[in-house]
């Protein structure tokens, strides 16, 4: 069982908005800043969202970020076919002492 | 421009020693937290080490410790990982990364080094 719980799969058509939830606890989410990646076949993963909410220079404002309580959420507005690719939360847990990934979601644009 | 290149992967056999370097460039190395992290093929990213801005507390995931060493030269803005009594199972890509902060997930990653242990 995963610390950070991400759906394996999404999708949507272009155009669309597609929300990929993380589920953790009060030791990592409830706690401490999530980052959202994503992770291109080859690349290296891209930080899409920071501390929650920020965008990093360079992402497009249709990547966005949000956080209540114990889950956090990462939403894509205006689908494009170069958003298919594997999707990654990560937080530090205050009782496992460590960092830990979800694990993972595969989104795949229709 | 932000860059972290690693190198000193490749294969080696179970229970051999490897070590991996990051060399950072493009930003204040000295500021940042510097992290490991590894991807196995076809699975998620799974952190493996963090060191401290100035190298003063290391800590590890279980599964390495007591076999990873992480350090790092911040006159030489590089990081090291230092991996003995390697397993099949340590065979990944392996990610240099930073943060900005003590509990901050990775924000910028290198490219990444592949390694490979043979049992």
């Known amino acids: 069982q995963s610390v950070l719980t991400q759906p394996p799969s999404a999708s949507g058509t272009p155009g669309q908005r597609v929300t990929i939830s993380c589920s953790g606890s009060r030791s990592n989410i409830g706690s401490n800043p999530v980052n959202w990646y994503q992770h291109l076949p080859g690349s290296a993963p891209k930080v899409l969202i920071s501390l929650n909410n920020e965008r990093p220079s360079g992402v497009p404002d249709r990547f966005s970020g949000s956080k209540s309580g114990t889950s956090a959420s990462l939403a894509i507005s205006g689908l494009q076919s170069e958003d298919e690719a594997d999707y990654y939360c990560?937080?530090?847990?205050?009782?496992?002492?460590?960092?830990?990934f979800g694990g993972g979601t595969k989104l795949t644009v229709l | 421009e932000v860059q972290l290149v690693e190198s000193g992967g490749g294969l080696v056999q179970s229970g051999g020693s490897l070590r991996l370097s990051c060399a950072a460039s493009?930003?204040?190395?000295?500021?940042?937290?510097m992290h490991w992290v590894r991807q196995a093929p076809g699975k998620g990213p799974v952190w493996v080490s963090r060191l401290d801005y100035d190298g003063s507390g290391a800590i590890y995931a279980d599964s390495v410790k007591g076999r990873f060493i992480i350090s790092r030269d911040n006159a030489k803005n590089t990081l090291s990982l230092q991996m003995n009594s390697l397993r099949a199972e340590d065979t990944a890509v392996y990610y240099c990364a930073r943060s900005s902060g003590n509990y901050y997930p990775p924000d910028y990653w290198g490219q990444g080094i592949l390694v490979s242990v043979s049992s």
């Open positions: 990560a937080a530090w847990d205050d009782n496992l002492s460590g960092f830990f």
């Open positions: 493009g930003f204040a190395f000295s500021s940042y937290w």
